[in-house]
């Protein structure tokens, strides 16, 4: 009896633990976080849209929770919306005009201003007063000259030049007086994204000056092996390539050469040079803490985020280098977005510029998906 009652009771205990068991219920599970949308709005030329808007590209953002939204052109921008980064780049200087109500820069430039001040909380890539300044080869390289940069990694500077505005048959004059050295890179004075404002000549005698068509900046060639280096750079991350450009003149090619020698965009008509068989020398790309040093300071003194240098190496150098050119927002967007060591660290650059606030990580991250997906690209 006593093993029996023994018995009972441990089948009892049993019981009642599978009754306080049965008892405990585990909470529901949490819902999926909610994905939160981030809209980027675009004004961009349809060359622009064809190159950005690439149906990969919007696939995976759309995965990411980022939208991109084309602006009506034809609507008031105030009404439109509502953006999380407004992202732009449309030429209106002087005559030329994309938007269907024919807005000037000026206009275009206003716009923008009004709806940040309504939209305080929207990021707009770039400022148009900033992005205006780099639409004027005067103006474009003034920042550089001012800057002087010179270090223990090298000097960086621009080459001397003149800025002729009419009267091509003065040419030859004020280059004589300006010390001048030839031969001479001519480049037209306005950038206003069509492809003649990016041709460039090449003039090897003071006779044939007055061949040229003004308004024009006329800047000294500087030997570089051919090779140019174009500096991709998206707030304190920075990609460098090479590429072909033109070739070295020789004094014995000077002496030989006359007349003007017209050349295309010759940075993008040319193939890459990252793979060529290069002198060390040429191909050797600039120093790290030197470009990082540049692209900041021109940051901070442009007030830009998407932009690119051009530099070259004066040849027969190592540390001598020379900005010849800077673009707003490149046209070959497969290489201006690239891929950051960090992902921290264009929100560790651009909290100056964003608000502290969970919508200002999200333009973040946007920033960073893009750059992981064109690295893809390259």
Same mark, same amino acid.
């Given at each position: 009896?006593?093993?029996?009652?023994?018995?009972?009771?441990?089948?009892?205990?049993?019981?009642?633990?599978?009754?306080?068991?049965?008892?405990?219920?585990?909470?529901?599970?949490?819902?999926?976080?909610?994905?939160?949308?981030?809209?980027?709005?675009? &004004?961009?030329?349809?060359?622009?849209?064809?190159?950005?808007?690439?149906?990969?590209?919007?696939?995976?953002?759309?995965?990411?929770?980022?939208?991109?939204?084309?602006?009506?052109?034809?609507?008031?921008?105030?009404?439109?919306?509502?953006?999380?980064?407004?992202?732009?780049?449309?030429?209106?200087?002087?005559?030329?005009?994309?938007?269907?109500?024919?807005?000037?820069?000026?206009?275009?430039?206003?716009?923008?201003?009004?709806?940040?001040?309504?939209?305080?909380?929207?990021?707009?890539?770039?400022?148009? &007063?900033?992005?205006?300044?780099?639409?004027?080869?005067?103006?474009?390289?003034?920042?550089?000259?001012?800057? %002087?940069?010179?270090?223990?990694?090298?000097?960086?500077?621009?080459?001397?030049?003149?800025?002729?505005?009419?009267?091509?048959?003065?040419?030859?004059?004020?280059?004589?007086? &300006?010390?001048?050295?030839?031969?001479?890179?001519?480049?037209?004075? $306005?950038?206003?994204?069509?492809?003649?404002?990016?041709? =460039?000549?090449?003039?090897?005698?003071?006779?044939?000056?007055?061949?040229?068509?003004?308004?024009?900046?006329?800047?000294?060639?500087? %030997?570089?092996?051919?090779?140019?280096?174009?500096?991709?750079?998206?707030?304190?991350?920075?990609?460098?390539?090479?590429?072909?450009?033109?070739?070295? $003149?020789?004094?014995?090619?000077?002496?030989?050469?006359?007349?003007?020698?017209?050349?295309?965009?010759?940075?993008?008509?040319?193939?890459?040079?990252?793979?060529?068989?290069?002198?060390?020398?040429?191909?050797?790309?600039?120093?790290?803490?030197?470009?990082?040093?540049? &692209?900041?300071?021109?940051?901070?003194?442009?007030?830009?985020?998407?932009?690119?240098?051009?530099?070259?190496?004066?040849?027969?150098?190592?540390?001598?280098?020379?900005?010849?050119?800077?673009?707003?927002?490149?046209?070959?967007?497969?290489?201006?977005?690239?891929?950051?060591?960090?992902?921290?660290?264009?929100?560790?650059?651009?909290?100056?510029?964003?608000?502290?606030?969970?919508?200002?990580?999200?333009?973040?991250?946007?920033?960073?998906?893009?750059?992981?997906?064109?690295?893809? %690209? =390259?």
């Amino acid at each position: 009896m006593r093993l029996n009652g023994e018995i009972s009771y441990l089948r009892n205990e049993e019981e009642n633990e599978n009754d306080s068991v049965a008892l405990i219920s585990l909470p529901p599970p949490p819902p999926p976080p909610t994905l939160q949308k981030l809209v980027v709005g675009y &004004a961009l030329t349809s060359k622009k849209v064809k190159s950005f808007l690439q149906p990969k590209l919007e696939g995976l953002a759309k995965n990411k929770g980022i939208v991109f939204v084309a602006i009506d052109q034809s609507q008031p921008l105030v009404d439109q919306g509502p953006f999380d980064i407004v992202l732009h780049k449309v030429h209106k200087l002087f005559s030329f005009t994309f938007f269907v109500s024919q807005l000037t820069g000026k206009e275009w430039q206003q716009i923008l201003q009004d709806y940040w001040e309504k939209h305080p909380e929207v990021t707009v890539l770039d400022p148009p &007063a900033a992005i205006q300044h780099l639409y004027n080869r005067q103006s474009m390289l003034q920042d550089v000259a001012n800057l %002087n940069l010179s270090d223990c990694y090298g000097k960086v500077g621009t080459p001397r030049q003149l800025v002729i505005t009419k009267d091509p048959s003065s040419i030859p004059d004020a280059v004589s007086k &300006a010390g001048l050295t030839l031969p001479l890179v001519a480049k037209p004075l $306005v950038v206003d994204g069509s492809a003649k404002s990016h041709e =460039l000549s090449l003039a090897y005698d003071e006779f044939s000056l007055s061949k040229l068509d003004p308004p024009l900046v006329l800047q000294e060639f500087v %030997n570089h092996g051919g090779v140019l280096f174009k500096v991709y750079i998206v707030g304190e991350a920075i990609k460098v390539v090479r590429r072909f450009s033109l070739p070295d $003149v020789s004094k014995r090619e000077l002496l030989n050469n006359t007349g003007v020698f017209r050349f295309p965009r010759v940075s993008c008509a040319a193939a890459s040079a990252d793979d060529a068989d290069l002198d060390p020398s040429i191909a050797e790309l600039p120093p790290r803490p030197l470009l990082e040093k540049l &692209a900041r300071e021109l940051r901070l003194r442009l007030g830009l985020r998407l932009f690119n240098i051009d530099i070259i190496r004066e040849h027969g150098t190592r540390d001598r280098f020379y900005v010849i050119d800077i673009n707003y927002f490149p046209g070959k967007w497969s290489l201006l977005f690239i891929q950051y060591s960090h992902p921290f660290k264009l929100m560790k650059c651009s909290l100056d510029l964003l608000s502290h606030s969970l919508l200002s990580i999200m333009c973040q991250v946007c920033f960073i998906f893009l750059s992981r997906f064109f690295l893809s %690209n =390259l």
